[in-house]
């Protein structure tokens, strides 16, 4: 069974800078993706960033690109989104979201992930 626990948020001034860490288990090989969703208020989900295990290809979404980064530690099975110059427009309900057997393709498309872990708030102030 596959599960996601995420961990790191919290509250943070504009400018400022959170990780987020997604515990990832259950994946049966190296063919999976993580990837990071965000939802605010009143808004749709939408991708942030993503990564594939096996050669560590990421995607971003324009609005992050520079700004965030992500990452995978391999032997804890971990994936990590470094978030730099946070503004208030970055304030959302983070989750990790996984899928595996990919055929190695990468994607920001909610649609396309199969797991979901229970979700982190982000709040940055201005």
């Known amino acids: 069974e596959v599960q996601l626990v995420e961990s790191g948020g919290g509250l943070v001034q504009a400018g400022g800078s959170l990780r987020l860490s997604c515990a990832a288990s259950g994946f049966a090989n190296d063919d999976f993706v993580v990837g990071w969703f965000r939802q605010a208020p009143g808004k749709e989900r939408e991708g942030v960033s993503c990564i594939a295990a096996a050669d560590s290809s990421t995607r971003y979404a324009d609005s992050v690109s520079g700004r965030f980064t992500i990452s995978l530690d391999s032997a804890k099975n971990t994936v990590h989104l470094q978030m730099n110059n946070l503004n208030p427009e970055d304030t959302a309900v983070y989750y990790c979201?996984?899928?595996?057997?990919?055929?190695?393709?990468?994607?920001?498309?909610?649609?396309?992930?199969?797991?979901w872990g229970q979700g982190t708030q982000i709040t940055v102030s201005s």
């Open positions: 979201a996984g899928r595996d057997w990919t055929w190695y393709a990468l994607s920001l498309d909610r649609s396309w992930y199969e797991y």
